[in-house]
C-alpha cells in the first residue's frame, strides 16, 4: 500500500499562487509515477500534471499549462504543485495520485492510478 497525504490548500485571490505538496509513504515501487487531478462541484475529476518518479519527465492539461509545475523531491518522497497566476476556475479539490504502472498515453485517466489522496481544498477569488 501507497499513503498519500496533500496539504498547502487554501483561498488566494485570482492572479496568485499556492504550492501543493503530496507525502508519500508506505510501500513504494520504482518506477511509481505521480499525478495531480483536480473536482469542481458538479464536475468530474480532471487531470492537472503528471510527473515520472526516476525519470522526472512532466505532462500537463492545457488548462494550466504555463501556469502549473510539477516536481519532485525523492529523497522527501514528497511532490510539489506549484500554482501561479491562479484563476476562479481553477478552484476545486484537488488530488495527489499514484501508480505503480501509468503508460504514457494514459496518464491523464483516473482509472491509472492505484492510490489516491484525501484531498486539499483551493479556492480562487475573484
Known amino acids: 500500500q501507497v499513503q498519500l497525504v496533500e496539504s498547502g490548500g487554501g483561498l488566494v485571490q485570482a492572479g496568485g499562487s499556492l504550492r501543493l505538496s503530496c507525502a508519500a509513504s508506505g510501500r513504494t515501487f520504482s518506477s511509481l509515477a505521480m499525478g495531480w487531478f483536480r473536482q469542481a462541484p458538479g464536475k468530474e475529476r480532471e487531470f492537472v500534471a503528471h510527473i515520472r518518479w526516476t525519470s522526472g519527465r512532466t505532462y500537463y492539461a492545457d488548462s494550466v499549462k504555463g501556469r502549473f509545475t510539477i516536481s519532485r523531491d525523492n529523497a522527501k518522497n514528497t511532490v510539489y504543485l506549484q500554482m501561479n497566476s491562479l484563476k476562479p476556475e481553477d478552484t476545486a479539490v484537488y488530488y495527489c495520485?499514484?501508480?505503480?504502472?501509468?503508460?504514457?498515453?494514459?496518464?491523464?485517466?483516473?482509472?491509472?492510478?492505484?492510490?489516491w489522496g484525501q484531498g486539499t481544498q483551493v479556492t480562487v477569488s475573484s
Open positions: 495520485a499514484a501508480g505503480a504502472i501509468v503508460p504514457m498515453a494514459t496518464v491523464g485517466q483516473v482509472r491509472s492510478y492505484d492510490y
